[in-house]
């Protein structure tokens, strides 16, 4: 069962939730969201990237602007240009489906029938609400139905979804979706543990708390698997 506060059972069953009962910064700092898939607009990528860049340049110049930066000096005039580059080819290049990773799979040559598990994947991602770091592990599973996966390619997905402005429970379905479908699996277990800057730096300003969210599907629905899982997850860290 997902410990965040809408569960990724809902979600599967309503991909869109409405939150027309929330005032805007009730939404922010209770990180309320909508649903599964990132929304976004049917003409997403109508722009190029160089054209996305020039755009959120000005727009970021005239944030700048308005607090009253002084944009001829030498330390500030490159930072529109940084900022709008940074979000179109770094942080949010995830949101483009033409950069998703290329996944080869292989076959389960060895037949191996156990869960493989991938932790301590670490991952940073900005909050959707607020445009600030959320960063953390995300550790994953899966048992093959006769297909694997390299295993930086996990790794890979994991970053891909971390790339876009994001809540952490989606972060966590979307990953544990993609490899149910890459690897044809029903078999798939996600727990992300992730600390918000929203929540440390500004807000209710702790800085001890982290959250945690999950994704059980197939078998890791069962409490013998998914202690399994837990168990590996939990143990032997090595950092
Ligand atoms: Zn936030």
């Known amino acids: 069962m997902s410990t965040s506060a809408i569960s990724s059972e809902v979600l599967l069953e309503d991909n869109k939730i409405h939150l027309t009962n929330y005032s805007d910064d009730e939404i922010g700092d209770d990180h309320l969201f909508t649903g599964v898939e990132t929304p976004m607009r049917p003409d997403a990528f109508l722009k ?3 054209e996305k860049m020039s755009i959120i340049e000005q727009h970021f110049k005239a944030i700048m602007d308005t607090l009253g930066l002084d944009l001829t000096d030498d330390s500030l005039k490159g930072t529109p240009h940084r900022v709008a580059k940074m979000y179109v080819q770094e942080i949010f290049s995830g949101l483009n489906p033409a950069n998703k990773p290329k996944i080869a799979l292989f076959e389960n040559k060895y037949q191996y029938n156990q869960m493989l598990v991938e932790k301590d994947i670490s991952f940073y991602s900005n909050c959707e609400h607020h445009f600030v770091p959320l960063f953390g592990r995300a550790h994953v599973a899966y048992i093959s139905s006769g297909k694997i996966i390299g295993l930086s390619k ?15 429970e989606r972060l ?5 979706q993609e490899i149910m479908r890459l690897l044809n699996t029903e078999h798939v277990a996600v727990v992300v543990d992730a600390k ?7 807000g209710i300003k702790d800085i001890t708390s982290s959250t945690v969210t999950s994704f059980y599907n197939g078998n890791f629905s069962q409490d013998n698997f998914r202690n399994e899982f837990l168990q590996y997850i939990n143990n032997s860290r090595t950092s």
């Not at 994991?158 to 402005?165: E, I, L, T």
């Not at 966590?172 to 544990?176: A, C, E």
């Open 48 to 50: 190029t990237d160089e």
């Open 154 to 168: 996990l790794n890979r997905i994991v970053n891909y979804f971390a790339r876009r402005p994001q809540v952490q």
């Open 172 to 176: 966590t379905v979307q990953i544990g």
């Open 196 to 202: 918000h800057l929203c929540v440390s730096s500004r």
